[in-house]
């Protein structure tokens, strides 16, 4: 059987959460249709651009932590093309001078390289129905920052890991709130199969990829899609394609562009200047806190689901910070079955720490400490140890008291506690059972050792 090379390069498209779109001051946010617009996102001859420096601020923060080398000059370039989106008939961008470039994308095993990054405005949103189209300009002139990788990537799952690393790390930084659902992260994938290692001359662009399982299942049909053309011997032909959700087939929807079509001259209502100063910042990469969490022996479950979730893992990070006797597995079952299954929204509490601490103490149960966390999470005010203390779930360890309710729950059940002496080891748990059921202010674990088994 024929070996062939796979080769993929991504253009992502992350939409910026800066309070005001790129060019214009109307507000940069999901709304009803056509309410942030202005005579300039509608393209009304006339208008001017403004540039949002906060977009700049935000490009270059993302750039500095994929390791790219900043441009000294910034310039902006006008893409020519016709749409019903894109009222002005050309789109801002930078095409001739990126804001950055080069650069690399670290994953857990391997590393993406980066072409280039760069700004430039949104188009509009087409609505399309049965037999007309409408047009809503709320999403005209938001900034967008678009990351390009070169041709490194190898396989679809490799691609999906490095979409859901750059998706990780814009909210990381707090540059893009992530949500796929509406539209602030979008990707175009360049396919192309060969049978050497040589980068073919041809490409596959697959558009309008909304989704990681979109992304997976559009490149493995297209990648054996070109495995089958090549067994027969035929040529593939350069186009862009997109998928078929229903059949999980890609299909054409137009052949492929050249920068030629799109007749790039610079957009002179922007003045070329320097790059501003801004201050910068390296975080905790995706790959290094999946690491980390590695490391502390996390479950693998539990250490990506901490790498994917930020508000979560930060969280955790602090109460473990504050309480490091606690293994890290423990707690994060206690917050999986206390806070991170609640539908609300939540922040760290001291008390979050002080029950924690009463659970490391083996002052009270996991059963209690889940409940103790619940009710913390719902209440400003709430005092753990005194409600404990008043519902009866701090430990009492009084050997009276312990070997009192002890012989309670004996004398209740005169035939169990018989087969245990007669040796019935099986009917033991019954018994510790009882005891925690009607007596829940006595460990467990200290049953066995009163009974003197």
């Known amino acids: 059987m024929k070996k062939y090379y796979c ?49 700049i601020r935000k490009g270059l923060l993302l750039a500095h932590n994929l390791k790219s080398t900043p441009s000294k000059i910034l310039r902006f370039d006008r893409k020519n093309y016709f749409y019903p989106d894109l009222p002005k008939g050309y789109q801002i961008t930078q095409h001739y001078l990126p804001l950055a470039t080069n650069g690399e994308l670290e994953l857990d095993y391997k590393s993406v390289e980066i072409e280039q990054i760069h700004i430039e405005e949104d188009a509009a949103k087409l609505i399309h129905h049965a037999d007309y189209s ?36 814009s909210v990381y930084l707090n540059i893009c709130d992530g949500n796929m659902e509406n539209g602030d992260l979008r990707c175009d994938a360049n396919i192309s199969v060969s049978g050497g290692e040589e980068l073919p001359a041809y490409k596959v662009e697959i558009k309008n990829i909304n989704s990681f399982k979109f992304m997976e299942k559009a490149l493995n049909y297209e990648l054996n899609r070109q495995k089958r053309i090549l067994d027969k011997g035929e040529e593939i032909v350069p186009e862009t394609r997109t998928l078929d959700e229903a059949s999980g087939e890609t299909y054409p929807i137009r052949s492929n562009e050249t920068k030629e079509n799109y007749r790039y001259i610079r957009e002179v209502d922007i003045p070329i200047m320097e790059v501003p100063k801004v201050k910068l910042f390296h975080i905790e990469l995706p790959y290094e806190k999946h690491i980390r969490y590695a490391k502390y022996g996390l479950e693998k479950n539990a250490a990506e689901y901490l790498r994917d979730n930020l508000s979560e893992s930060e969280l955790f990070d602090k109460i473990l910070k504050r309480n490091n006797r606690i293994k890290p597995n423990a707690l994060f079952n206690i917050l999986t079955l206390s806070i991170y299954n609640t539908d609300g929204i939540y922040h760290f509490r001291e008390t979050f720490v002080d029950i924690v601490r009463l659970y490391v ?61 007669a040796g019935d080891m099986h009917r033991f748990g019954k018994i510790i059972g009882q005891i925690a059921s009607l007596f829940p202010d006595i460990n467990p674990k200290y049953i066995s050792e009163y009974l003197k088994i």
Do not use: W
Request: hydrophobic fraction near 35%; charge should be negative; include cysteine.
């Open 7 to 55: 080769n993929i390069g991504l253009e992502v498209h992350l939409r910026l959460n800066t309070k005001r779109k790129l060019f214009c001051d109307c507000y940069n946010e999901i709304s009803d249709a056509n309410s942030n617009i202005c005579p300039y996102c509608l393209g009304y001859p006339g208008t001017l651009p403004v540039l949002n420096k906060e977009v």
């Open 134 to 169: 409408l047009v809503d300009f709320n999403r005209s002139s938001a900034p967008l920052v678009e990351i390009v990788t070169k041709p490194c990537i190898n396989t679809p799952q490799d691609a999906v890991m490095a979409f859901k690393y750059l998706r990780l790390l």
């Open 361 to 421: 103490d083996d002052k009270i149960s996991q059963k209690s400490c889940i409940e103790l966390m619940k009710l913390s999470n719902a209440d400003d005010n709430f005092q753990p140890e005194n409600y404990a203390s008043s519902h009866k779930m701090i430990y009492n360890y009084n050997e009276d008291y312990i070997y009192n309710c002890i012989e309670i729950v004996i004398k209740r059940n005169p035939l169990i506690a018989a087969e245990i002496e």
